[in-house]
């Protein structure tokens, strides 16, 4: 929905494509021509001259140019979007989306240039592709997240520290399309972390010493002295409590025991006991 996350994901594609082609045929999307007079926007015109490509939006009132763009996208968006288990992630998705490219995609029928049938794979080999730019275009990445309590900020599959005064705080983060170094940047257009970006989806952790310093200093902090809770305190027998204990040292050393000696348990009148519940009264 925004140009920078279009232009990533398009030199993405295009190094996962092996070329780029001469003309990207596009519906009438507002981040790359305006809706009302079908022109290519400014901005975008940037990174079409990056590619090295020629626009062609859909022309207006024509239902089947636009079908055309919409139908490649059909079974991704629909048949093989939903048949997802619910607990995948976004870089597990992609991968299931490369194997089922290899898999079946590929494998469809098509008429070749000189008039045989042959495989999508056999006839994209044929392809003259020209190159992919090294560098993906000019585009500053921006997206909102909310820190966690532990002053940690989720970001494609992985995680990034931030100053602990911030948990719980929506703050944003940015990098450059392509860059190896993302900032934390809060609301006020503040700068309170910047990492080494690691590769999506592997679920690491990074953090500064800096933050977990401050990280540690702000729990002990938070600690006090105080009473524990009831359930968690050892409270010692009261005046009422001893004088119980007392009495049944007393009763117990008037019936000829010793009142250090351990209390003895006759299993029988167990055992008397379920005898006498073995039959309903």
């Not at 991704?76 to 997802?84: G, I, P, T, Y």
């Not at 003259?128 to 730019?133: A, F, G, H, I």
């Not at 392509?178 to 700068?191: D, E, P, Q």
């Not at 004088?243 to 117990?252: C, D, I, K, M, P």
Request: hydrophobic share 35%.
């Amino acid at each position: 929905m925004d140009q920078p996350h279009l232009a990533d994901a398009q030199h993405q594609v295009a190094l996962r494509l092996g070329g780029l082609t001469r003309d990207w045929r596009f519906d009438r999307m507002s981040t790359v021509v305006h809706p009302g007079t079908g022109k290519v926007t400014g901005t975008y015109s940037a990174i079409a001259k990056h590619f090295g490509v020629r626009v062609r939006p859909c022309p207006p009132r024509r239902g089947n140019r636009k079908g055309v763009v919409e139908k490649a996208n059909h079974s991704v968006a629909q048949r093989w979007w939903r048949s997802l288990p619910d607990d995948v992630t976004t870089a597990q998705a992609q991968a299931l989306l490369d194997r089922f490219c290899e898999r079946i995609t590929d494998q469809r029928q098509r008429v070749g240039p000189d008039g045989t049938r042959c495989t999508v794979a056999a006839l994209a080999a044929t392809e003259r592709l020209r190159p992919v730019p090294a560098n993906p275009p000019i585009a500053v990445i921006t997206v909102t997240r909310k820190a966690t309590a532990q002053a940690l900020v989720h970001y494609r599959g992985n995680r990034y520290s931030l100053p602990p005064e911030l948990a719980g705080t929506s703050v944003t983060v940015t990098h450059r399309a392509g860059g190896t170094t993302l900032a934390v940047v809060t609301g006020n257009g503040v700068t309170v972390a910047v990492h080494p970006r690691r590769a999506d989806g592997t679920g690491a952790t990074e953090r500064t010493d800096t933050h977990v310093t401050a990280l540690n200093t702000a729990a002990m902090t938070a600690s006090t002295s105080a009473a524990p809770h009831r359930s968690k305190q050892r409270i010692p027998p009261g005046p009422d409590a001893r004088a119980a204990a007392q009495a049944l040292r007393t009763n117990n050393s008037a019936a000829g025991g010793s009142p250090s000696a351990a209390p003895v348990i006759d299993l029988a009148r167990y055992a008397r006991a379920a005898e006498s519940r073995r039959t309903l009264p």
